[in-house]
Every structure is written in structure tokens, then in C-alpha cells.
């Protein structure tokens, strides 16, 4: 067997080294950025559940008082049946 160098081993080290911390730098710059963004996204799609809830809200208050004025009320959940004149 051929005997190595010792400055060839120790290059060959400090190649894999920097290597390895490279990837470790990347690694590390893409998983900041995924947890970055999934916190984005998080927020983001809060924001636009609350947003929506308010909406529903506003949206079944409005049907409400639709329903009122067209004289409909409402019983035992989906069942509509006109209201009766009282006169």
C-alpha cells in the first residue's frame, strides 16, 4: 500500500469541513425559511378565517332580517313557513 501525505490528508479534511458546513448553512437558510413562511401562512390564513367568520355572521344576520320583512318564519331548524297575517 502507498503511504499518504499528510498534507493531502489534512486538505482532503479541510474540503469535507467546509463542505459540511456549507450544506449546514444551507440547510439551516432553507429551514428559517420554511418556518418563516409557515408563520406567514399561519397568520395570513387566521386573519382570513376571522375575516370570513364575520362575514358568515353579517351574511346569516342579513338573511335573518330578509326572511322578517318577507314575512317568513322560521321553525324547528330548516322549515319555512310564511308568517300569518294578523290583522
Known sequence: MAETDPKTVQCSAAVVQTLLQQMQDKF???????????????ILNFSELDDM???IDDLEKNIADLMTQAGVEELEGENKTPATNKT
Open 53 to 55: 367568520s364575520c362575514r
Open 28 to 42: 439551516q437558510t432553507m429551514s428559517d425559511q420554511i418556518i418563516g413562511r409557515n408563520i406567514l401562512f399561519s
